[in-house]
């Protein structure tokens, strides 16, 4: 994802309850290209909320969340779909509401599908050779499925002026095995960590900065990047800001980004530049990624509105 700051569950279940109002729904969609046909696409779909939420009589609160992602591979002939459960509870550290921190559980279900009836490799594969009865080497699950965990812990420091946070998770996926053979890949262990933190300059600007490290067998992946925040028609009740930006997703891409702030909601909008040094095909990739999150319920306190919200 170019903007998982956004999906706030893609980074972090013990995030879930943690927005700044009572309930939040946030999603992504990434469009990859290639020679300008789109066969790769993202949607990541989200909404936490919290219980108990803290009051005279209580600072810790439980926060629930569940969370959708689903990757589309050429236009459909292959589509994994991951749903996720995540709880996390929340312990406040000091007495105006400023400081928490939150460690989550969660679980997931994956299924992968196949749509043979899209898949031709000439000679070699054909799936209308089994409906005319001709010999097939068909060796592919329907449906198959499969479960994974995490576990998360998460300090946020989110004051009237200015908001931090960080926060560590531990994958354990078990990817679907596609054919009915007995072999099949071993599970995958996957750590991220992640830094949000977005502070005043000069008035009413701001400056907001992001980083998150992903650990995996296969390959580690770093994300970092920057955003100016510029007022646009600020007032008491309704926050309005643009924030300008660009990421760096090492060795790979170079990604420009605009968000918006608008009240309850976060537009945002990016576009990969790829690096294309990174193989020697002369094949071009490119893909953009549009956000939205949406805010709902009760307003915790008066505390800083925020592009990581």
């Known amino acids: 994802m170019s903007q998982p700051f956004v999906s706030s569950q893609f980074l972090n279940s013990a995030s879930v309850g943690n ?19 789109n066969l790769y696409k993202t949607i990541v779909v989200g909404f936490d909320t919290r219980f108990k939420a803290a009051d005279n009589t209580t600072k810790n609160y ?16 292959m589509q994994t779909n991951l749903l996720t459960m995540n709880l996390a509870y929340h312990i406040y550290l000091d007495d105006y509401l400023y400081k928490n921190i939150a460690l989550g559980l969660g679980s997931g279900f ?40 995490n576990a998360s812990a998460l300090y946020t420091k989110h004051d009237q002026k200015s908001f931090f946070q960080t926060g560590a998770s531990a994958f354990f996926l078990d990817k ?14 996957k750590y991220r960590l992640f830094v949000s933190t977005e502070l005043p300059v000069m008035g009413d600007y701001f400056i907001a900065l992001h980083g998150n490290y992903l650990y995996q067998k296969s390959s580690n992946q770093l994300n970092v990047g920057a955003f100016v925040g510029v007022p646009a028609g600020n007032d008491e009740d309704d926050v309005k800001r643009i924030y300008f930006g660009c990421f760096y997703r090492a060795n790979e891409a170079i990604v420009p980004s605009v968000s918006i702030i608008s009240n309850k909601y976060i537009f945002g ?7 294309n040094n990174k193989t ?30």
């Open 110 to 149: 994956t299924q992968t599908t196949l749509d043979r009836t899209k898949l031709r490799f000439a000679d070699q594969y054909d799936y209308r050779a089994i409906l005319t009865n001709s010999i097939s080497m068909e060796n592919i699950l329907p449906y198959p499925t499969s479960f994974s965990a």
């Open 19 to 37: 927005g700044l109002y009572g309930s939040r729904l946030q999603s992504n969609l990434k469009s990859q290209m290639i020679d300008g046909q």
């Open 269 to 275: 909008l990016s576009y990969d530049i790829y690096n």
């Open 176 to 189: 679907p095995n596609m054919t009915y053979s007995l072999v099949n890949t071993a599970p995958e262990n």
């Open 62 to 77: 439980l926060g629930f969340g569940t969370q959708l992602i689903s990757d589309q591979v050429m236009n459909g002939v």
């Open 280 to 309: 020697s095909s002369t094949i071009k990739v490119s893909s953009f990624e549009l956000s939205l999150s949406a805010s709902m319920g009760r307003k915790k306190t008066n505390l800083f509105r925020t592009l990581f919200d």
